[in-house]
Nanobody, 126 residues
């Protein structure tokens, strides 16, 4: 178990950038043992995986729709994971959620993430 709180959302014009942060607390296990990920859900759409990162931060995975534009990173000393979003597009508009999972193996976006933040709104206008 881990409590996650996202921040950094807002409204930007297409082509702009935002940096999301997710702070973890009250975790059952050492923070560095968790795979971390970012997901998003647009109105009327299913939740989709955006990016995930390994426990040490050495390996990251991205959805094809954001590859080359978004970068996920983590600072285990600060118990925080980030999502740098560049060249934002209107289709990126969604509520973005931070998530964690403490299973073994690779930290794929498709893993069973079982700890979720409350979400932060990102709105990109054309």
């Amino acid at each position: 178990q881990v409590q996650l709180v996202e921040s950094g959302g807002g409204s930007v014009q297409a082509g702009g950038s935002l940096r999301l942060s997710c702070a973890a607390s009250k975790y059952t296990y050492t923070y560095s043992t968790y795979c971390m990920g970012w997901f998003r859900q647009a109105p009327g759409k299913e939740r989709e995986g955006v990016a995930s990162i390994s426990r040490s931060g050495g390996t990251a995975y991205y959805a094809d729709s954001v590859k080359g534009r978004f970068t996920i990173s983590r600072n285990n000393a600060r118990n925080t994971v980030y999502l740098q979003m560049n060249n934002l597009k209107p289709e990126d508009t969604a509520v973005y959620y931070c998530a964690a999972e403490n299973g073994g193996g690779y930290c794929y976006i498709t893993d069973e993430f079982n700890n979720w933040g409350q979400g932060t709104q990102v709105t990109v206008s054309s």
